[in-house]
């Protein structure tokens, strides 16, 4: 059966609103004007934003997106991820899958937050920000602002967890534990690091050492069999597998296909996997409690990202978006946005997030007190890491 993931196609140029947004200065403006509205008279909800994040936020971190420029679906026409009743129903495409995840995890692991998130982090303390949502599975914001309420839309790639018992085991571990089970593709990996194909993140230069990047941690080598690739079973089936379940590994200690349990998946939604829902409720309450919605490096092409901002605005909640390539529906979610706003009532703008929000945090820092009352007086924003 053919799938076809949606939105894959380039989306229209960003549209600019207000046209000052344009510049960098502009676009500070606009959105200082966005996160501090409402002093003369009271906000709906909390008071507070919410933000929605997506991939372009940890783009300076050196991960691939999927719509940008150098996005995948951009430089990789052929790319299409596993679907979650593959990865469910097929030992060989879990094979394929742990492959090249095992690849593409010395990226992942590596890979620290960005400015952009811990200026995140410092809105969170002027006590701007109520929230995070995140379709990213990286844990930077986590990492960057851990008392600052995240939601992690899509899960995690911190560690996998057991289809069948749902218990979680640590990615590191089981990175080390695909590394003892096939020696070859430990060799293999040492090499493409030793030659660089790993450490540059420029996909030019990958592809002319043979390989294909990809969002979150896959790494495609083509040409490359992957039916030899073992993958351990789930610790914890293993000692004691579910009632009427069996769980066995070979004499190597990988998972075995006699064996009806114990398969561990990374902990993150796959395509055609369902939203828990615990995190669709989590996301709900976060967009209704809050003032206003500011989408940060996402296109919205997924719908669970996109149905929270028709959320947001069917309570007419104010939106800013800050992406610097197209958005899903641009045109819908932008209408009765005026031009000339000065961007109180909602603001797009196309601006390098890791400079465009450290810049914000700044002007925001100095404002006067009358202007940004809700700010400690004693803040300081954390350097930037």
Known sequence: MLMRIPFTQPLPAATIIPTSA??????????????????????RGNGKTTILSGAGISVASGLADY?????????????????FHEFSASHEARKRYWARSYLGWTTLNRSRPNAGHYAVAALGD????????????????????????????????RSTVCLSCRTEYDRAKFQDDLAALNPTWA???????????????????????????????DVDVPGVEYNTFRYPACPACLEKPPEGKHVEIDSDGAWSAKSNAGVLKPNVIMFGESIPDSTKSAVEVAI????????????????SAFRLI??????????????????????LLLAGLAPDTNGE?????????????????????????????????????APWA
């Open 22 to 43: 344009a510049t960098a200065t502009g676009a500070v403006t606009a959105l200082q004007n966005f996160l501090s509205p409402g002093l003369t008279s009271p906000p």
């Open 67 to 83: 719509r940008g420029s150098n996005g995948t679906y951009t430089l990789n026409k052929t790319y299409r991820p596993i679907y």
């Open 126 to 157: 002027m006590g701007i920000i109520s929230s995070v949502i995140t379709q990213n599975v990286d844990s930077f914001h986590p990492t960057a602002h851990p008392g600052l309420s995240t939601i992690e839309l899509h899960g995690y790639l």
């Open 187 to 217: 060799a293999f990996l040492a090499e493409m690091l030793q030659s660089g194909a790993l450490s540059t993140e420029h996909p030019e230069e990958r592809r002319m050492k043979g390989l294909k990047t990809n969002p979150d941690g």
């Open 288 to 303: 209704d409690e809050a003032s206003r919605i500011l989408v940060l490096g996402s296109s919205l092409a997924t719908y």
């Open 310 to 331: 028709r959320r947001a605005q069917e309570q007419s909640m104010p939106v800013g978006f800050v992406n610097m390539g197209g958005i899903r529906n641009e045109e």
């Open 345 to 381: 009532d909602g603001v797009r703008c196309a601006q390098p997030l890791e400079a465009l929000l450290p810049s914000l945090v700044e002007r925001l820092r100095t404002a006067p007190a009358t202007h940004m009352p809700f700010i400690p007086a004693t803040f300081q924003p």
